[in-house]
């Protein structure tokens, strides 16, 4: 029997299905079916013979899942019941009482809990893999000078390892904004019924425990209508395909002939149609595009979520492709950026090149005279000075005579230009956090040490 008199319009049921997707939370319903029917037996709810021909039919539904042998048919609305239907048809009409003391509102909110956090799990292992080979990236090129920039002019020289070790530590970041996606996944909707609870003593905390939930939420109210835990998973992922984005910006720039300071592996590359010479850094590209795809389910799940009346709504069931892509497109920058920060090579001779221009050591001129005695806001002028002299007259800073230089200052002597030698730009920076390479070592060393889950 149905309530209904006449069936659904086709274009309704095309609008209303979500079996085209959400048979990705198959593997999660079932476990979850399984605890479910565990503990509705435990608490003598159902009988233990009626538990065991659901677990055995549960077992062939899962066998079919991962075989890719499950079929769908044309009425399964989506995967719950979808599965419920084929377990129907292998276990007989005892099938139908899995879904005693529970609804697709707990059920649905329970397997996308569970997939987020399998899935966070997932990406906390692909960011250890990345900042791994970032470390190890950063060894190799310990000691290669490079230009710092900002507003990308060169603005003081850095080593190549320190700026690696940048997106080491950004990374570090999205792990913890992941770690934090856990917590918010660690707590069991199952249980809450449709939305007021169910009219059986069930016991929830088996069922958490079982399915590796921390704790049952404590408001059945809240444990349906809540997806806040994808929106965490979306807002870390977002923040971290920014970050990727980054890398694979500077990745393009650095590849470039204007720079030339690194090429990405021929396994990273491609060529063109139509132009032999080109080697396009296509990888890098992508992950400059990628992130804002993902910042976009983030906020098209606000978008779905905001102004929602409690409980649930059928608009929740668009959390999922929202979710699903950017889990699969997180995964797969993720896996890129590795394999291009592993295989990539660096021109030392370039690098060290753009990072002797004389100018860089600007800031160096201004601090000597800061120990000189000179308030550090007007030796800055000073030095512009300096400068203003140098680029006019098409000549380096250290070609300014002992005469020039003391018209911009009579604190200013020989050592301006040893100064402007350039071994001590780089080892000047002794501040923790600095590039002097005692502090990068010591950066390293803190860098491995989070790697091995000992941080400082
Ligand atoms: N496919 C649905 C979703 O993803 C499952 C929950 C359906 N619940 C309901 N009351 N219609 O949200």
Known sequence: MSRFSEPQDPVFAQLNTSIGFDWRLGPYDVEQSRAHATMLAAQGIIADADRDALLAGLDRVAGELEAGTFEVEPGDE???????????????????????????????????????????????????????????????????????????QRAQPVYLSHHLLAYFWMFRRDARRFEAVLGGTDELPL??????????????????????????????????????????????????????????????????????????????????????????????????????????????????????????????????????????TLD????????????????????????????????DVADLLVRRGVPFRQSHGIVAGLVKLAVDSGRPLSALTREEIAVQSDALDEEYYTVLQSSSWLEGKVSEGGTALPRVREQLAHARAELDGQPA
């Open 332 to 363: 797969l920058c993720l896996a890129a950026a590795r394999g291009m920060v592993e295989t990539i090579g660096f021109d030392r001779e370039r690098l060290a090149g753009a990072a002797s221009d004389e100018l860089i050591a600007a800031t």
């Open 78 to 152: 989506d995967i719950h019941m979808a599965i419920e239907r084929r377990l129907t048809t292998l276990v007989g009409p005892v099938g139908g009482k899995l879904h005693t003391a529970r609804s697709r509102n707990d059920q649905v909110a329970t397997d996308v809990a569970m997939f987020t956090r399998a899935h966070a799990l997932r990406t906390l292992e692909r960011l250890q893999a990345l900042q791994s080979a970032l470390v190890l990236c950063a060894e190799r090129h310990l000691d290669w000078p490079m230009p710092g920039y900002t507003h990308l």
């Open 191 to 328: 249980g809450a019924g449709a939305l007021a609870g169910v009219n059986f003593e069930t016991d929830r905390a088996f069922v958490a425990r079982e399915l590796g939930f921390a704790s049952v939420a404590r408001n059945s109210i809240d444990a349906v209508s809540n997806r806040d835990f994808v929106l965490d998973f979306l807002s870390a992922a977002a923040t971290c395909a920014t970050h990727l984005s980054r890398l694979g910006a500077e990745i393009v720039l650095w590849s470039s002939d204007e720079f030339g300071f690194a090429q990405v592996s021929d396994a990273w590359a491609s060529g063109s149609s139509i132009m032999p010479q080109k080697k396009n850094p296509d990888a890098a590209e992508l992950l400059r595009a990628k992130a804002p795809r993902i910042a976009a389910h983030l906020v098209a799940l606000h978008g779905v979520l905001h102004g929602l009346p409690l409980t649930y709504n059928k608009d929740m069931q668009e959390d999922k492709e929202h979710l699903f892509d950017a889990v699969d």
